[in-house]
């Protein structure tokens, strides 16, 4: 099982919709996650830490589920400035703070 | 507020010549990272550091060398560059992760082209 597994996409979404992402991770010792979006040939960003609790900022809204080792990021009445690739993120507490990036999903939002 | 600065942005190098990329954070971040992205394979890590003065090997380090002399700065030095190395470079740097989620902060990009 890879570290950090997320769906390459692309998923095309029409203008307004609601879309919704999943990311497993394997490392069960993992401490802190975060969804970052990347802009085409861009730097990633960090749109959104992922608490235990779930946390929303707006139209977004993560969410941690440590049973299953997943996180998930929706996104609500999406923008076409939505439109970028979403990289999920999952940082290990320990000596080494190991930070993982998984490869990313591809969001194309059609008007 | 600068953040994370990373020098040169583009630069086109032949095959064996040497060059080194320059990363510098103003945020006293302890750790700091180099790493590379390539079409459809994501952000790998070549090497990192957790302080001023060391340094370790991430996912991919072979054909580059890296130093940490000051905290604000991150050196990534490729010595006898080839084609496979065509990539863009990000850096980054963060505080120690203590649970709560520190952010890490990334560099504009550097794009180097080897032929």
């Known amino acids: 099982r890879k570290e950090v597994e997320q769906d390459p996409g692309p998923f095309n979404v029409p203008e307004g919709a609601t879309v919704a992402f999943n990311c497993t991770y394997s490392?069960?010792?993992?401490?802190?996650f975060f969804w970052y979006r990347q802009d085409c040939r861009k730097e990633p960003k960090l749109l959104m830490s992922v608490y235990s609790s779930g946390n929303e900022d707006g139209r977004f809204t993560a969410q941690l589920n440590r049973a299953s080792q997943y996180i998930s990021l929706l996104i609500r009445d999406s923008k076409l400035s939505d439109s970028a690739t979403y990289l999920c993120v999952v940082r290990s507490m320990n000596r080494d703070d190991k930070i993982i990036f998984g490869k990313g999903t591809r969001l194309h939002i059609l008007p | 507020n600068a953040g994370v600065t990373q020098t040169p942005k583009f630069r086109v190098l032949k095959t064996g010549q040497s060059m080194t990329l320059l990363c510098a954070q103003d945020?006293?971040?302890?750790?700091m990272y180099w790493y590379r992205q390539d079409p459809g394979m994501g952000l790998r890590l070549i090497h990192y550091?957790?302080?001023?003065?060391?340094?370790a090997k991430g996912e991919v380090p072979d054909g580059y060398n890296v130093s940490r002399l000051k905290k604000q700065n991150f050196l990534l030095g490729l010595e006898s560059a080839a084609p496979s190395q065509t990539s863009v470079y990000f850096c980054?740097?963060?505080?120690?992760?203590?649970?709560?989620?520190?952010?890490?902060?990334f560099g504009e990009g550097s794009w180097l082209t080897v032929v």
């Open positions: 550091s957790v302080g001023e003065g060391t340094t």
């Open positions: 490392n069960s010792a993992s401490q802190s």
């Open positions: 945020m006293n971040h302890e750790y």
């Open positions: 980054a740097s963060s505080y120690p992760d203590s649970g709560s989620g520190n952010t890490i902060y």
